[in-house]
């Protein structure tokens, strides 16, 4: 295949050389965005009289006919020796329309085509991602409203620390997604900026109009700075991070998933068509969905670190390192994708082992807290209460004895102040009903929580 640059050359490239500089084989994934780009450019220099109106009609024809080629399913078609996905394109349409197809490279370059075709690929994905998250935060909030009223442990250094519902830990979820929600949709008024027009560093020129090619792409604003605008990728260093951000909390709760499925916790029972089996145990059901996201996080990261350090020593303004900057994107793309959609379907089919749940709470020590708090509202201060309860606990241990076996005189015994009522106070429903300050774990609270949880997303649709 013939060179986008071969006039300066008096020997043909080295074929090792040749496939190590291609990156056909994974930039033939922003073909679709590479046609868009290049039909609005050539109309663009239509407008602007640089090339004639027959020029024009012929280029954006034949760049119509690859479109629907590619869109028909034969963009399978894409393999040979192109440099690049640009080389690929414009060979293609030479074949079409004959030289004429060499015009439509005036007043541009393959670095601000490059930086335009990310930009248009990722301004899609980061709104696909969005909406995988909506319907993460959907699953979510459906489970908790289901299982409104399930009391389960709550816990610190994994070990049991307060009984909670087990809605209000769901919705701790659903906010995390939503933190990682607004960071996408932040970061898509920096991806959404026309970099076309910037040519190889320096802008062009011809007389060309950007802001027309900005309006018939779907472009909110034009960039500044030609060097800037071919060798920035703080677009998508932005865009990994957040995705490393939410790969997290992904594989915190793909942790917590496991750790509930498990025969010890027991709390949860992930559906079979989310989970495989074993070749040799045959009673194994494993996490398997869940094991792959929190595995795949590290691969997410990797990308992040990956691109930040191609990046990092880079002088003004294009360089070739970075092509390198598109399988860690197109892979995060598509890990996210994918953990997102599976992590809803878990949660949306999981069935939630009430009793499990609930019996876990009971002689754990878990409403000590709650005996602390009593004494303090009958005056104590809270540091003499959480000694005097330690005692207590102690005690318990001592005789085999869970808080709530003990009778009032056991606990009189301990304090005068305590009284009948006390008895009441130990168990986990009385605890959970206490935590009824904003953002706490009531049933009163979670529910309020959960009705504004859902004024939000349906705000968002
Ligand atoms: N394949 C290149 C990339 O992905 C496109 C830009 C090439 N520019 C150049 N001057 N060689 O970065």
Not at 21 to 39: A, H
Not at 397 to 415: A, G, I, R
Request: hydrophobic share 40%; with cysteine; proline share 2%.
């Amino acid at each position: 295949m013939e060179k986008l640059w071969g006039g300066r050359f008096k020997k043909t490239i080295n074929k090792e050389m040749e496939e190590f500089v291609s990156s056909l084989s994974f930039d033939k994934r922003l073909i679709k965005y590479d046609l868009l780009g290049s039909i609005a450019h050539a109309q663009m220099l239509g407008k602007c009289k640089i090339i004639s109106k027959e020029e024009t009609d012929k280029i954006v024809e034949g760049l119509k006919q690859i479109l629907k080629e590619v869109q028909e399913g034969k963009e399978k078609i894409i393999t040979g020796e192109a440099e690049d996905i640009h080389s690929w394109i414009e060979n293609k349409l030479k074949g079409k329309i004959g030289t004429i197809a060499g015009k439509l490279h005036i007043a541009r370059s393959r670095n601000d085509q490059i930086a335009l075709d990310e930009r248009l690929y990722l301004k899609e994905e980061v709104l696909i991602i969005q909406d995988l998250m909506k319907n993460l935060q959907k699953s979510l909030l459906l489970s908790a409203q289901k299982n409104l009223g399930i009391i389960m442990p709550g816990y610190t250094h994994l070990q049991h620390a307060q009984p909670i519902l087990f809605s209000h830990h769901l919705m701790a979820y659903f906010y995390m997604f939503g933190r990682d929600k607004g960071r996408m949709q932040d970061l898509f008024k920096r991806i959404d900026v026309l970099p076309l027009g910037s040519a190889a560093l320096a802008g062009t020129s011809f007389p060309i109009d950007r802001e027309f090619v900005a309006s018939q792409l779907g472009f909110s604003r034009i960039s500044e700075n030609s060097l800037d605008a071919v060798s920035d990728r703080d677009f998508i260093l932005e865009f990994l991070s957040t995705s490393a951000i939410l790969m997290m909390h992904l594989s915190r709760l793909s942790e917590e998933i496991i750790l509930w499925s498990s025969k010890e916790f027991n709390f949860i029972e992930l559906d079979d068509s989310f989970c495989t089996g074993s070749s040799i145990m045959p009673q194994k059901k494993n996490p398997d969905a869940a094991e792959l996201i929190r595995g795949k996080t590290g691969r997410v990261y990797g990308n992040l670190i990956n691109l930040l350090t191609t990046m990092k020593a880079l002088p003004l303004a294009y360089n070739h390192d970075m092509q390198e900057d598109k399988e860690p994107l197109f892979d995060t793309v598509s890990t996210l994708e994918r953990s997102l959609f599976l992590m809803s379907k878990m949660i949306e089919t999981m069935q939630v082992n009430k009793e499990k749940m609930e019996t876990s709470t009971k002689g754990d020590f878990s409403t000590a807290t709650e005996l602390a708090d009593y004494l303090v509202k009958k005056g104590l201060s809270f540091r003499e209460a959480h000694k005097l309860i330690g005692k207590i606990v102690l005690y318990c241990l001592e005789n085999k004895k869970y808080l709530e076996d003990l009778t009032l005189s056991e606990l009189k015994s301990f304090h005068k102040s305590f009284d009948k009522k006390t008895l009441e106070v130990l168990k986990p429903q009385s605890a959970v009903e206490a935590k009824d300050s904003f953002g706490g774990t009531s049933l009163n609270r979670v529910s309020e929580s959960i009705q504004k949880a859902k004024k939000i997303l349906k705000q968002e649709y």
